[in-house]
């Protein structure tokens, strides 16, 4: 069984951009953790949350509590605030406590999946930023001595973006999800203060009338995996409707793409 850990900076994040992959490989019998580096207290506009904000976070940890139980994945979180991501000394002994505590002492996970460090908000690139500096430190006994230091690098790659000012994203390797797109769906979906609250308000605060529907949302959910499917048709099977997609990061162990293939079970 592989240990598979899967950081994002806030509780819905792994769910959208790594959820049916973690669906898959747990259908292999692989275990897989889901960790939200925030508490979610600042994603959205409501007073009472402004005024209380131990109210959104309690509600956040029991959406991202909720999705994890429909994938049958682990949940954890760093606890940072939300908005104040920075990579600092306690973020960055704390993102190496994580890594060597999932899977067993001394091993750690096999392979971390996490966004690029180019991404467009500053706790999605300081995230990943601190899964970067945190990689080469975890075979290292002095830093953090009361976790063990791993004996061996675990493999670091990036989920799918469409960002270019640091380069293109490549896609290494590409995973066909159709099997599993509707319960990838259910997952995000239990993010309900996100998907059906705060992202349609953010997106056009103006003409926001009310929190929209599970069957309104589902759609344009299921939208982006399936407009990853057409970017990258050339490196999927034929008629592949939906998918994710990854870059091997050149940190930690690195594998060919064939190597990572196999790991998720493509081959």
């Known amino acids: 069984m592989k240990q598979i850990l899967c950081i994002g900076a806030h509780p819905d994040d792994c769910e959208g951009s790594v959820g049916g992959t973690a669906l898959l490989l747990r259908a292999l019998g692989h275990n897989v953790r889901f960790v939200s580096v925030t508490d979610g207290a600042r994603g959205h506009f409501l007073p009472e949350y402004l005024d209380n904000p131990t109210l959104l976070i309690e509600r956040?940890?029991?959406?991202?509590?909720?999705?994890?139980?429909?994938?049958?994945?682990?949940?954890?979180?760093?606890?940072?605030?939300?908005?104040?991501?920075?990579?600092?000394?306690?973020?960055?002994?704390?993102?190496?406590?994580?890594?060597?505590?999932?899977?067993?002492?001394?091993?750690?996970?096999?392979?971390?999946?996490?966004?690029r460090p180019c991404d467009y908000h500053r706790d999605h690139r300081y995230t990943a930023q601190l899964v970067i500096d945190a990689s080469y430190m975890l075979t290292v006994p002095?830093?953090?001595?009361?976790?063990?230091?791993?004996?061996?690098m675990p493999i670091f790659a990036y989920w799918q973006d469409r960002f270019t000012e640091s380069g293109a994203f490549r896609p290494d390797v590409c995973v066909p999800i159709d099997s599993v797109i509707e319960t990838k769906v259910d997952m995000m979906i239990a993010h309900e203060s996100q998907y059906l609250e705060w992202l349609p308000f953010n997106s056009n605060p103006s003409a926001y009338s009310g929190p929209l529907t599970r069957d309104e949302v589902r759609p344009n959910i299921a939208g982006r995996s399936r407009r990853t499917a057409e970017r990258f048709a050339d490196h999927l099977p034929p008629n592949t409707q939906y998918a994710e997609a990854f870059q091997i990061c050149e940190y930690g162990s690195v594998p060919s793409k064939d190597e990572l293939a196999a790991f998720l079970g493509l081959s």
């Not at 920075?86 to 999932?102: C, G, K």
């Not at 002095?142 to 061996?152: G, M």
């Open 60 to 115: 956040r940890m029991a959406e991202s509590v909720e999705a994890a139980r429909i994938a049958d994945v682990e949940f954890a979180t760093l606890g940072i605030r939300d908005g104040d991501v920075y990579v600092d000394l306690e973020s960055t002994e704390a993102m190496i406590r994580m890594i060597r505590s999932t899977g067993e002492p001394g091993h750690g996970p096999d392979l971390v999946l996490c966004n």
């Open 142 to 152: 002095f830093i953090c001595p009361d976790v063990p230091a791993l004996d061996s």
